[in-house]
């Protein structure tokens, strides 16, 4: 079977507080699709077989960049070379490929730098290791889906897709038309849910509860204490969420992500 051949130029570049460093052409990058699941197999007993246990999560992992550094003197390969390492520290966004999607990396485990033979500081390939503690790819904009109740609710409906392949942290936001006292959120395809009871959220505050980060504020005050209930994530697909509440908007934020 024949495929069509397309011609296009794939980028990887690094990007810091609004900062863009691109790699050299010739960049290769290893292990983007490896993953491994917290599970592991026992043994039955008194049975053929095992039985499945854990929580069937994925773990933090790291992905290898190799790229070639080429100049035409050791001053400029010096000057390059530790460009690239700078750029390629610490905590960082990877884009590979698509401008659209990030790689959140957390650090670099290792660098090793082979120089070739008759070239020495003047050509060099570097294999760089990044730790991916937030093992996905993500998208560059987070999706927001605002509703507002004009009246109280008892499972008002929050209903959208999610295009991501891996289930992803929402943070939602409520703001009282008048007062939220008692707020009740149920993800119906998880069966999961969260309630917030706090007389304290009244117009104009604001209530977050962020589920990445495990922590909910009633704009600059901890409110965690009103909180009860699981932290909420959306499923790949459609997502339908049941607000119980008074009057005012929910925000339902989310950043997808993918396995690729």
């Not at 095992?50 to 773990?59: I, R």
């Not at 009282?176 to 006292?181: D, G, Q, S, W, Y």
Request: aromatic share 12%; with cysteine; net charge negative.
């Amino acid at each position: 079977m024949n495929f069509p051949v397309k011609s296009f130029v794939s980028t990887l570049s690094t990007m810091r507080d609004g900062v863009v460093w691109k790699l050299p052409t010739g960049w290769s990058i290893d292990n983007h699709g490896a993953y491994e699941f917290n599970g592991k197999l026992e043994d039955k007993a008194f049975a053929h077989g095992s039985n499945l246990v854990g929580d069937m999560k994925v773990s933090g992992r790291t992905i290898t960049i190799t790229f070639d550094m080429q100049e035409s003197t050791e001053e400029e390969y010096d000057n390059a070379m530790n460009d690239a390492y700078l750029h390629l520290t610490g905590a960082f966004e990877l884009v590979s490929g698509r401008e659209d999607r990030v790689y959140h990396v957390a650090g670099c485990k290792s660098i090793k730098l082979n120089e070739k033979s008759g070239f020495k500081q003047r050509w060099g390939e570097v294999e760089v290791t990044l730790f991916l503690a937030d093992p996905f790819r993500y998208a560059t904009d987070e999706t927001v889906i605002n509703t507002t109740f004009t009246a109280a609710q008892t499972q008002g409906i929050i209903t959208f897709n999610n295009p991501s392949s891996v289930d992803v942290p929402i943070i939602a936001t409520f703001i009282p038309t008048a007062e939220m006292p008692e707020i009740k959120i149920e993800h119906v395809e998880s069966g999961q849910y969260f309630e917030v009871k706090d007389s304290l959220l009244t117009a104009p505050a604001m209530l977050k509860v962020n589920c990445e980060d495990g922590t909910v504020w009633r704009d600059s005050d901890n409110a965690i204490n009103a909180f009860t209930g699981l932290f909420l994530h959306v499923l790949p697909g459609t997502n339908t969420f049941k607000y119980t509440g008074k009057a005012g908007t929910v925000k339902i934020a989310y950043t997808a992500g993918w396995f690729i």
